[in-house]
């Protein structure tokens, strides 16, 4: 078993996983709910599964978990028909009673219903039961649809909110995840000040720092970068978009949001320069050091995000500068972003330990920088920052 252990890279403990499961079943015994359904096939923005069981969904491969009220958990994931490969190895599943799998696809239309089929034969032990399903989204129309048509003596909910407010509430064990990620990201930001040089391509900068977080223990690595000239805005690039030669007098933005061992999230950004820095770009920089800074004193247990977001907007008009109309603010944990989000349409109060990463952005037809760095919610406010990096841009 020792040596079976050695191939997780870090495993969250039992009891915080039972912690996880006996909050969510008193809330499902309140609600009346008899089994909750999630499927989730990445672990960007998969977190519902990693949740519950400890194992990330990859690789578009979608990985659906059964959580009944009153029993153990069923999972079900790509693989061969029994008696074939039976997934993730019984001994990395605690509290799952079921490992069903089958050889679906989500490129092979045909397949698209073998894994609900397995989920429909699972749920029927219990006569016209209800069912919460968690991240409807996330979920594949196929196996929905085969849900609804296979139980449709059953009645199903929206049980995400639910799942969603004890989530965001991190516990030490969890906290002490995220610090791991966030020690790892500042390593990265203190090497890429070496990567980012004149005469490489931004993809190539990008592969460095990915080859490093991975190194220094990061599970999954998203790693988003670009440079360009002064005088026009210069935004982080996906990997299509990086194949621009780094040269003197460029800007490089840089967005570390990689994950750490145990699968928690966190996020740096910051901006680099390839020369002296210019005044126009330090000024700006130092209104999103500014609003940052603003957001910070308003976030508190008990605040609304939409008056958080309502203030940053105003804010930044009255500076002259573009409004925000996505997301400067959110949570963080299992999923890159998680609730609650700081905008004006989520309804979920804040609370202390909450993970909270806050990126403002300045931006014009001439210019974009930010900062972005990660915080706690205490019980009077937020944290020190969790990110040691200094706030500035630095020069390479």
């Not at 959580?67 to 993730?88: L, N, Q, R």
């Not at 603010?329 to 309804?347: C, F, K, N, S, T």
């Not at 944290?383 to 020069?395: A, D, G, N, R, V």
Request: glycine share 8%; net charge negative.
């Amino acid at each position: 078993m020792d040596d079976q252990k050695e191939i997780v890279t870090e495993s969250i403990s039992i009891k915080e996983l039972e912690r996880r499961w006996k909050e969510v079943r008193i809330r499902m015994k309140e609600e009346g709910i008899d089994f909750l359904v999630m499927q989730n096939d990445n672990e960007w923005l998969g977190g519902y599964v990693k949740w519950f069981t400890d194992i990330p969904a990859r690789n578009a491969q979608p990985h659906t978990v059964i959580f009944p009220v009153d029993d153990e958990m069923t999972t079900i994931t790509h693989g061969g028909k029994p008696p074939g490969d039976m997934g993730p190895p019984a001994w990395t599943l605690r509290g799952v009673k079921k490992r069903l799998t089958a050889p679906y696809f989500r490129s092979v239309m045909y397949t698209h219903t073998y894994d609900a089929e397995l989920a429909v034969a699972t749920l029927r032990v219990k006569k016209k039961a209800k069912v919460g399903i968690v991240g409807k989204g996330t979920m594949s129309a196929a196996f929905y649809e085969h849900l609804m048509k296979g139980l449709y003596e059953f009645t199903f909910v929206d049980a995400a909110d639910l799942v969603d407010r004890i989530k965001a509430i991190k516990s030490d064990e969890g906290i002490s995840l995220i610090k791991k990620t966030v020690a790892i990201q500042d390593e990265a930001i203190d090497y890429a000040k070496k990567a980012i040089r004149p005469g490489r391509r931004d993809f190539e900068i990008v592969a460095d720092i990915i080859h490093k977080v991975v190194d220094l223990g990061s599970e999954e690595q998203l790693v988003l970068g670009g440079s360009g000239t002064l005088g026009r805005p210069v935004s982080i690039q996906k990997r299509h978009f990086q194949n621009r030669m780094v040269r003197e007098g460029d800007q490089f933005s840089l967005l570390i949001e990689v994950n750490g061992p145990g699968g928690m999230y966190a996020e740096i950004g910051r901006i680099f320069f390839v020369g002296k820095v210019p005044s126009e770009l330090e000024d700006a920089f130092e209104m999103a050091r500014e609003i940052q800074k603003a957001t910070l004193r308003l976030i508190k247990p008990g605040v609304n995000p939409a008056e958080i977001w309502q203030a940053n907007n105003e804010f930044l008009t009255k500076k002259g500068y573009l409004p925000e109309t996505r997301l400067f603010a959110h949570g963080q944990g299992y999923d890159l972003v998680e609730r609650p989000l700081i905008r004006d349409d989520e309804p979920m109060e804040l609370k202390p330990r909450m993970n909270i990463t806050v990126h403002p952005t300045v931006g014009s037809d001439r210019i974009w920088v930010w900062v972005c760095d990660n915080y706690l919610i205490t019980e009077s406010g937020v944290s020190e920052c969790l990110h040691k990096t200094p706030q500035e841009i630095f020069s390479v």
